[in-house]
Every structure is written in structure tokens, then in C-alpha cells.
């Protein structure tokens, strides 16, 4: 009698353990396949890569320029010189959307500086060797990086370029006043435009559109766009529409970009840069 009582008082209490060790083992199964979905999407969102660019070879002088931004947060930036003109003409690149630093555009700088163009490019808050944490005053801190870069010794102050794409080319329309008052720019390409024909003439300048084929609103950014501007000012606007390209005008004819490879710098539209460069060359300055 003791001993069943025994043997029931054990198996008892083992079965009482039961929902116990089910709930830990639940929680265990719970926690390493919460483990595997994160390691997955670790996996496949990889960062963007930033190839160094090749600029030593063709460049004069690499100067490192700090400014401030308007709220005193110090952002840092480049100014490539090439070897040829004395004092070049300035290209300054105001970017498009994310936390990309100067590098983001050094196959740009590449081929402006072998051109013969001064480049400015810079870090966004948060990024490269600037202050501060990425996420605000983009607007504001582009047209900081602009006043910067004009204010620099060894350029041609007379022959200065904006150079935006996507959402630069909003942030330029909407405060091209301030960007006059620090100096007039001969010429504005936009890249990648957003402005569509009631926003762009907001730029006073002679223009260049360059757009991807595969944009959802060509007609409206592109072609709409350019006579609108040709309509309200006697400059002179013109449009590259780049075939084959997606938003950010680099080449898919082959295939998508892979951004965290660095060779994706070498996929840049060959058609599209062209035609920045022919259209730098000829724009002649109206001041």
C-alpha cells in the first residue's frame, strides 16, 4: 500500500512539472526562432558600400573643410582640386535622400575633377566626420555645406555650380534665394529631378534636367517640367532622359545594382554623365 502510494506520489509530482517545462521549452523555441529571423534579415539587409574613391592621382590638393551648421553642430566635407585650370570652376553636389556620406559621390567627383572642376562634396550630420546625429536640418545643412564651399580660397568664385539630386533638387528650389545671397550659381543640374513644372521655376538659373527612363512620373519631373521652367525664364533648360536607368540614374540594363558591392560605383548611366559634363562645359555664366 505505502509503495503504490509512493510510486503515485511521484508520478504525481513529475506530471506537475509538466506545464513547467513545456512553457521553458515553448520560450526556447520562441527565442531561437526570433534568433533566425533577425540573423535572416541581418543577412540581407546589408549595408550600402562606400568605394574610396580614386582622386589622389588626378587631384591638386584634397582639403578637408569643417563648417557649421545652422544649429552649431560641425559637419565636414572635401574640396578636390584638380591640377588644371589655377582656379577651376566649382561643382558643389547636394545630395540625395539617406545617411550617405562624401563618398557616396566619389565616382562623381572622379569624373568632374579628371574634367577639370573643383568638387565639394560633404558627410550629412551623423555621417563620415560630421557631428551630430543623422535624421534632421538636411535642407538647412545642404545649403550650410554651399556657403562653405564658395567660401573657399583656390576657386573660381565666378563659375559656380549646383549640382542636387532627388530630394536635393527640392531643397535647392526651396530656398534658391539663400543660395543667390551666398553666390549666384551659373547653372543648376538636377539629378534625379523631383520638381515637377509649379516648383521648378523657383530656380532662376539656366537648368539641366537628367532623368531615368523608368520613373513613374517622367512626363510630370521631365519633359512638363522643362518647359515650364523655358516658359517663366529666359536661361535656358534643358533634358537628358537616361534609358535603361533606375532613380538614382545608374545602369539596369544588366541586371539590378547590388549597392553593397563596391563595384556598383562602375554602373553609373555612361549616357547620363555625359551629358552633366557636355552641359557644364557649355553653360556660360549671366553675371
Known amino acids: 500500500m505505502s509503495a503504490t502510494v509512493s510510486l503515485e506520489s511521484v508520478l504525481i509530482a513529475r506530471l506537475s512539472l509538466w506545464p513547467h517545462r513545456a512553457q521553458r521549452f515553448c520560450s526556447v523555441v520562441w527565442w531561437l526562432f526570433t534568433l533566425l529571423i533577425v540573423a535572416g534579415c541581418t543577412a540581407t539587409a546589408r549595408p550600402e558600400a562606400r568605394p574610396t574613391p580614386h582622386l589622389d592621382p588626378i587631384s591638386a590638393e584634397r582639403r578637408e573643410v569643417r563648417f557649421s551648421a545652422d544649429d552649431g553642430i560641425t559637419l565636414a566635407g572635401e574640396l578636390t582640386l584638380p591640377h588644371q585650370p589655377a582656379l577651376p570652376p566649382l561643382v558643389v553636389i547636394i545630395h540625395h535622400s539617406g545617411p550617405v556620406d562624401r563618398d557616396a559621390y566619389g565616382y562623381l567627383a572622379e569624373l568632374l ?35 562653405a564651399a564658395v567660401a573657399q580660397p583656390g576657386i573660381n568664385q565666378r563659375r559656380v555650380f549646383l549640382v542636387a539630386q532627388s530630394i536635393g533638387t527640392r531643397y535647392v528650389a526651396a530656398s534658391f534665394a539663400e543660395y543667390v545671397a551666398a553666390t549666384s550659381p551659373c547653372g ?93 562645359d557649355q553653360t556660360q555664366c549671366r553675371f
Not at 543648376?188 to 527612363?213: C, F, K, Q, R
Not at 533648360?237 to 544588366?254: K, N, P, Q, V
Request: with cysteine.
Open 113 to 147: 575633377v579628371a574634367r577639370g572642376y573643383a568638387v565639394f562634396r560633404f558627410d550629412k550630420r551623423g555621417t563620415g566626420a560630421s557631428g551630430g546625429a543623422y535624421g534632421c536640418c538636411e535642407a538647412a545643412d545642404a545649403l550650410a555645406a554651399y556657403r
Open 188 to 280: 543648376v543640374a538636377l539629378l534625379s529631378n523631383l520638381l515637377g513644372p509649379d516648383e521648378i521655376t523657383a530656380i532662376a538659373a539656366p537648368i539641366h534636367v537628367i532623368v531615368a527612363d523608368s520613373e513613374p512620373d517622367l512626363q510630370h519631373i521631365g519633359p512638363d517640367a522643362v518647359v515650364a521652367h523655358n516658359a517663366r525664364w529666359p536661361y535656358g533648360a534643358s533634358l537628358y532622359i537616361a534609358e535603361g536607368a533606375e532613380h538614382t540614374l545608374f545602369d539596369i540594363r544588366d541586371g539590378p545594382i547590388d549597392w553593397s558591392n563596391p563595384n556598383w560605383v562602375q554602373r553609373y548611366h555612361r549616357g547620363a554623365m555625359a551629358s552633366l559634363l557636355e552641359w557644364l
